[in-house]
């Protein structure tokens, strides 16, 4: 598979060292606007485009694919206000769009386990539920996307809660979201349910960033041949039900 990295910083570099050990061939290290601009693809070239930049410039590249008709895997995070608006454009005009906020298996996992004990937790009044998430002090986005995909989950499957917010405030019907910056942590994510004589506690903690970039390769190469807008849930066949319409 032909690859073009979209952002070569952490996550880049780390994404290129698992394209290459799957055999892989990256053809193109788009880290500025300037390299977007010089980036001209061949008519027919099979290429999967695997994003992993900034808030900002995630938006742009992804545009970017659906205009040269090349599916793009994106992990870059802190942009969410602005996911709804991309995939309505993939499904419009049948692009090919993969987004996850955290590609490691494990953490995917652990979103089927939050979810599950968050159905658990509906009846049980004394409990409460926050999120806390530890990252190196790089990282320009917090909450971490990760952090907002578990209080979403719980938010999906426990008609107690509607919201999250950013801290540790509690309040009826709202998740407390906590960030924490420091050293060279590549991730650590907590979900809490506490109450007043004892306390559940998941915990996920990711030992490097290799397992994110074999996910999001793995994602390019289940992409290729496929329309639509996805996510590790469809790549793994993990289930999402929700108990709740939104
Ligand atoms: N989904 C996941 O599993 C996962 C895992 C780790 C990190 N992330 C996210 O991935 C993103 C990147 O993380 P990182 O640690 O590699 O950051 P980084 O700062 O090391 O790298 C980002 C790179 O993007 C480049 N860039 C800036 N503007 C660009 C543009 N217009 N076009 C192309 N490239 C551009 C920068 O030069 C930089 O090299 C962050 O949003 C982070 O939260 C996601």
């Not at 290429?47 to 205009?67: H, K, L, Q």
């Not at 206000?81 to 090919?96: F, H, I, P, T």
Request: hydrophobic fraction near 40%; charged fraction near 20%.
């Amino acid at each position: 598979m032909n690859i073009a990295l979209s952002g070569y910083g952490r996550m880049g570099k780390e994404v290129e060292k698992a394209a290459s050990a799957r055999g892989h061939f990256i053809i193109a290290r788009l880290d500025s606007p300037d390299d977007w601009g010089r980036f001209i693809p061949a008519a027919g070239d099979s290429i999967v485009v695997i994003d992993f930049s900034t808030p900002e410039s995630a938006y742009t590249a992804v545009n970017r694919c659906f205009d040269l008709g090349l599916p793009v895997v994106s992990g870059t995070t802190g942009w969410n206000d602005r996911l709804e608006q991309v995939s309505a454009r993939c499904l419009r005009e049948n692009r090919s769009f993969f987004y996850a906020p955290n590609f490691s298996i494990g953490v995917n996992i652990f979103f089927e386990i939050n979810r599950t004990l968050s159905r658990l937790m509906e009846n049980l009044q004394n409990y409460s539920a926050s999120v806390h998430e530890i990252h190196h002090i790089h990282k320009l986005d917090a909450p971490s996307g990760t952090a907002i995909a578990l209080a979403s989950g719980i938010i999906d499957t426990n008609t107690r809660y509607n919201r999250w917010q950013p801290g540790t405030e509690k309040g009826k019907g709202l998740i407390p979201v906590s960030s924490e910056r420091t050293g060279e942590i590549p991730g650590t994510h907590f979900v809490t349910w506490s109450g007043s004589a004892d306390m559940i506690e998941l915990k996920h903690t990711a030992h490097n960033r290799q397992g994110f970039a074999e996910g999001a390769v793995m994602a390019a190469e289940w992409i290729q041949g496929r329309t639509g807008m996805f996510g590790m849930a469809d790549l793994l066949g993990l289930g999402q039900t929700s108990t709740k319409k939104h």
